[in-house]
């Protein structure tokens, strides 16, 4: 009880310290421009979990049941739920301070070299000081609003132009048990805004687009060749054109467009919605401000198990030891927490999501969406990284791959997790690859989805 | 000129295949090391069950005919032929002959069964994908279905010397023992499809064997395929590649499945080409024909007085191919498609067939009767001069030259006789006319044609009589080529209202010149005529409260200008015990559908309905259960009435009239 009264008291005086501005805040970008690393950029009580609980949580140490109430104020909601109550545990890295460690290489060059020149034009869409759509990066590296930070989010999820993430997806039921268990190749590209891929910034027959973006289910056997493909417009007030091929039908379907708050697959918790914390159009939800900024432990490196030939990690907690990825957290020093609201959907079961940003790379680290209550209704958590583990690595051309590598979603209302990992590739010969030209025939067409959906 | 472009599109496959075969070698192809490793194998194994909820049973069937249990009287008449009277109105089958009546109840000669069971079958499918090259993949996949059989099954053994013979004509395997659940064969006793292993439990095909080459927005797959090109429930309006395949559980599965298990694979060479959102998918292929349930399985279609000869080899059509376009595209909330199809249809049509099957004519009737015919003239043309001469030597080889062979197990009574040519969309009286024409031996024989119901029921019974029971009727099914041609157009409606938004309107019109259809006469002349098949298809996703998704609804019309759902000319329709078929103009459908996953996904309410707007209704309500762990189940119930109002046979539904069910099915993928 004491150890609470405590924690409580430096979590209001930490918080007092960020919201009087205190913190880096917009000072932040300037000096991790000029410099490429945030060292000194920040005081070392959020640097460094050691200084943070005075030495009670060390790094490279574990974060459990018995110690988690020290940074129960660093944690998204779930995620101290999982630790203290579910039997979840988390590996404290190091800080992770350079700026290129926290995105793909071209990525974070494009932002860098196109800071400044981005604007919203009059339908409020992210354009180039041209007028033209945008050229690559994160538009607002300095970002001052919530807007800001959706609009950079929503223009690149993956942060690379093109990408096939091979997905294993298990759904753990209350219990412990994993009773639907999924493998999937999710598919982005982008025809503008791109970094690598030629011809760019633009693809000139789709420069009205923003990104097609495909999910395949390519296992079990009953939902296989289950796929969706959108094609988003790059006006953030339209909807994305959806097209869903069932095995039962055999055949490719149109979908209504405004239907993004459904599972895909059974026993899932994952919506279209959910995706990248900005799975829908920018402008189909509104209401964007930012509600507080603060530290947080969260997974921005070392989630790739670099130990498993096919990437996949550990599993432990929950009732029957497999509920959780084996997971790692570092200290950020700044998240920017903003919250949004759906506007454009009837009898959406979300009625406002609250998003955590890195203040760094502006990359989502937390979700939690809230039903129509207001009450908690999913929660979100994951990892990102560089692909290099020691002398091991896996590159995206000269440099090593950066990206997500594991995701948990919790449903407050089911206790359902279904957790999803980024692994080198699954059955049929799908591979985890980036900037490949190939994937938007391969994956983003309504013909790709009828030739891999059930022959 | 057909035949030119066919001959050209059959070397088209060949060559298609050799490229799909040979332009791997332009590829980076994978090491063995990695093809195994990328390799996926799934299976599934499912049990089906349904059982019957009402008291009826397939009229079709032999021990479940309409007549078992109805007492009939049989009275007998002067063959105006015979006693050498005139033909004409008066003397026309009126006299009747006393001594040789009878009462007879079917059930009495062929022996009754009553199931519970509708369908009953364990199945699995396992697929394989290997994966050659980027570009290159092989996927193979095979469905095996066994059947345990429990149903109370009628056996043809138990007719063995019933009329002399029993029944000896059709193909045994099909003919002469318990029914074949299974096995399609042609006359020759060939397997319809050129991979599929079959007997009379069990079925085991390959309704994916295929090559695929993708290069660009092409894709080339050749091999054993099925080609789906349906937009709608229970309709087909553009789904033109594929026949359906009524040998498990017909249409009754899951509705929103389409005809997804249905379709017949065919052996093909299909390419996809997609330019931006420009589809163009064509196909050329080996035409495979509908494949109708076999006599006295549960689904059985066909009255089993019939005996069928497919003529699929022996005709050679199973040379034949068939080829088809389909072009897409969409512009906004537009789209349109376009689709030419040259094909043999794949349902064909019947006609009256020469059974070459020598029974005679028994009891004492049939006595009298072959003695008359001995008496007359031989070697004379006994068509023109019926009561003086005879053609054959005696009647059972005069009627072997006709589709009329006198076998237990056939057509009892005249009112027999008309009530299934209503129930198969014939027209009885002319259909035994039209016999009587094309097969002119039966003259010899001293039937002749009728002039009215009354009459021919009367001349019915007598020859019934004189068979010493009854008369099965030979009939062959054979294919016509025929071009059809497609016009669709969709639009996806934007309003602020929620109900009139997102509405996906689908319209889909088909037009095939000089379509052959089944002749309601069983003429071996078929029906030709320009049809006109027109759907509109209306869909729309739904969330009703924020605790569920979104519910999938659907409301379809079709409008069909010459035949039914299931392809029968709408001129057989209408037609009754006592009324010859008037036929009806055209014909509505109108298909309701809905589709509410519950949270989670893990269970699935699903409702579908058909309605004839003539008096039929088929609903069907289903619940989805995603077990989870791999295992599903879907428990449905099909109500089926075909009577809901006016004449019964002026609705395709009355068909089906007895397939009221409750159905599960139970999964397992691993």
Redesign the interface.
């Known amino acids: 009880m004491l150890m609470r009264k405590l924690t409580r008291r430096r979590f209001l005086k930490r918080s007092a310290y960020w919201l009087t501005g205190a913190a880096a805040g917009s000072a932040l970008w300037p000096a991790l421009a000029e410099r490429g690393d945030i060292a000194g950029l920040y005081p070392d009580e959020v640097m460094s979990i050691d200084d943070y609980t005075h030495g009670r949580i060390a790094t490279g140490g574990i974060i459990d049941a018995g110690n988690v109430e020290h940074v129960k104020a660093l944690l998204a909601p779930a995620t101290y739920i999982q630790v203290r109550d579910m039997g979840r545990r988390l590996t404290v890295r190091p800080t992770t301070t350079e700026y290129m460690a926290l995105g793909p290489w071209e990525y974070q060059q494009a932002t860098l070299s196109h800071q400044g020149q981005a604007r919203f034009d009059a339908r409020q869409n992210v354009v180039a000081s041209d007028g033209r759509p945008w050229i690559g990066g994160h538009p607002f590296p300095n970002a001052t609003t919530a807007l800001e930070l959706f609009a950079g989010l929503t223009l690149s999820w993956g942060r690379h132009d093109a990408s096939v993430f091979a997905v294993k997806e298990h ?1 753990v ?1 209350r219990s412990g ?4 268990a999924y493998e999937w190749v999710w598919a982005e590209l982008a025809p503008v805004a791109r970094c690598v891929m030629e011809p760019r910034p633009y693809w000139q ?1 789709h420069i009205d687009k923003l990104r097609f973006n495909a999910v395949i289910i ?5 939902e ?1 060749g289950t796929s969706y493909v959108n094609i988003w417009p790059y006006d953030q007030h339209r909807f994305p ?1 959806l097209y869903g091929y069932i ?5 490719v379907r ?6 993004r ?3 895909l ?5 994952l919506y279209l919605s959910d995706a990248w914390a900005a799975g829908d159009p920018l402008h189909t939800w509104g209401n964007y401000r930012i509600v507080g900024r603060q530290p947080m432990l969260a997974g921005i490196s070392g989630g790739w198990n670099a130990s498993h030939p096919n990437w996949e990690h550990g599993v432990h907690g929950g009732p029957k030891g497999e509920t959780f990825f084996d997971s790692v957290v570092e200290m950020v020093p700044e998240a920017i927490v903003a919250e949004a609201e759906p506007i454009a959907f ?4 979300v009625s406002k999501k609250r998003v955590w940003f890195d203040a760094r790379n502006l990359m989502p680290i937390a979700m939690v969406t809230y ?2 209550q207001g009450k908690p209704f999913k929660s979100f958590d994951g990892c990102y990284g560089l692909y290099e583990d020691g002398d091991q690595r896996f590159l995206d051309g000269q440099h090593p791959y950066w990206s997500w590598t594991y995701v948990h979603a919790f449903d407050f209302h ?1 206790g ?1 997790i279904t957790r999803m990992e980024q692994v080198r ?1 699954i ?3 799908h591979r985890t690859r980036v900037h490949d030209p ?1 994937i938007y ?2 994956y983003l ?3 790709a989805i ?2 891999l959906g059930r ?1 | 000129m057909t035949k030119t472009i066919f001959s050209r599109a059959s070397r088209a496959v060949v060559f298609t295949l050799a490229v799909v075969g040979v332009l791997p070698t332009a590829q980076a192809m994978y090491s063995l090391e990695r093809i195994w490793n990328d390799a996926t194998f799934s299976t599934f194994v499912r049990l089906d069950a349904a059982a019957s909820t009402t008291s009826k049973e397939n009229p079709n069937n032999q021990g479940t005919n309409r007549f078992q249990d109805i007492a009939v009287d049989r009275q007998t008449f002067v063959p105006p032929t015979l006693a050498g009277l005139p033909v004409n109105d008066n003397n026309n089958w009126a006299l009747p002959l006393p001594l040789f009546s009878d009462t007879l109840r079917r059930g009495d000669l062929v022996p009754s069964t009553n199931d519970n069971w509708n369908y009953l079958a364990l199945r699995g499918e396992s697929e394989m994908q290997l994966r050659f090259s980027r570009s290159l993949r092989f996927v193979g996949r095979v469905r095996g279905i066994y059947d345990p059989t429990v149903y109370d099954e009628f056996d043809a053994r138990s007719l063995d010397g019933l009329q002399g013979t029993g029944i000896i004509g059709g193909d045994p395997a099909l003919y002469h023992g318990p029914p074949n659940y299974f096995e399609a064969r042609g006359r020759n006793g060939r397997s319809l499809n050129p991979l599929e292993l079959a007997g009379r439990d069990y079925m085991i095909d390959a309704p994916a064997l295929l090559m695929e080459y993708r290069s660009g927005g092409l894709t080339l797959r050749g091999g054993n395929q099925q080609i789906a090109w349906g937009q709608a429930i229970f309709f087909q309006t553009l789904d033109l590649p594929n026949g359906l395949d009524f040998r498990r559980h017909l249409i009754l599965d899951r509705a929103f499945e389409e005809f997804s298990d249905k379709r017949v694979p065919k052996l093909s060479v299909r390419a996809t080409y997609q330019k931006g959102t420009f589809v163009a998918d064509s196909y050329v292929g080996k035409f495979q024909p509908t494949v109708l349930s076999n006599p006295n399985t549960p689904f059985n279609i066909i009255p089993s007085q019939f005996t069928v000869y497919e003529n699929y080899f022996s005709g050679d059509y199973d040379s034949k191919i068939d080829g088809g376009l389909r072009i897409k595209s969409d512009y906004g909330s537009w789209g349109w498609q376009a689709v030419y199809v040259s094909r043999y249809n794949p349902l064909g049509t019947f006609s009256w067939a020469r059974s070459g099957v020598n029974s005679p004519l028994t009891g004492g009737l049939g006595s009298t009767a072959n003695l008359a015919y001995a008496v007359k003239l031989p070697i004379c043309d006994g068509t023109e001069s019926p009561t003086l001469c005879r053609n054959s030597a005696d009647p059972g080889e005069a009627l072997s030259k006709t589709p009329f062979v006198p076998e237990p197990g056939g057509v009892y009574t005249g009112r027999e006789w008309f009530e299934y040519a209503a129930d198969a969309r014939l027209n009885g009286l002319e259909g035994f006319n039209q016999a009587v024409r094309e097969f002119p031996d039966l003259k010899d024989v001293y039937v002749t044609e009728a002039n009215s119901v009354e009459e021919l029921k009367n001349q019915l019974d007598t020859l019934m009589v004189a068979a010493g029971g009854s008369y099965r009727g030979y009939i062959e099914r054979d294919y016509h080529r025929e071009n059809v041609f497609g016009l669709g157009a969709s639009y996806v409606t934007e309003s602020s209202i929620d109900a009139l938004n997102a509405i996906i309107f689908n319209l889909e019109v088909q037009y095939t010149p000089k379509r052959k259809f089944i002749n309601p006469t069983l003429s071996s002349t078929p029906l030709q005529s320009d049809e006109w098949i027109a759907s509109l298809v209306m869909e729309k996703w739904t969330r009703w409260t924020a605790a569920f998704p979104a519910a999938y609804l659907v409301g379809q019309y079709q409008f069909r200008s010459e035949s039914d759902l299931v392809g029968r000319h709408l001129s057989g329709y209408g037609g009754s015990q006592d009324k010859v078929a008037d036929g009806i103009d055209n014909a509505h459908y109108v298909v309701l559908a809905a589709l509410q996953p519950f949270p989670g996904r893990k269970y699935v309410f699903e409702f579908a309905t058909l309605y004839d707007v003539k008096g039929g209704i088929l609903v069907q309500p289903l619940l989805q259960w995603n077990i989870g762990s791999g295992f599903g189940a879907e428990v449905f119930y099909n109500y089926v009435n075909g009577n809901l109002y006016g004449d019964r046979t002026d609705n395709v539904i009355s068909s089906i009239n007895w397939a009221d069910e409750v159905a599960i099915r139970l999964r397992y993928a691993f």
């Open positions: 759904n039921a048990e994993v009773d639907y027959a390519t296992a079990p056997a009953t296989a054109e095995p039962d039908f055999r055949r149109q979908y209504p467009t405004n239907q708050f459904e599972p697959v059974p026993g899932s918790t009837e009898r959406a079961p039903d129509r089911s359902r590739g059955d049929g010969g190939a025939e391969e067409t309504r013909g009828m030739r022959v």
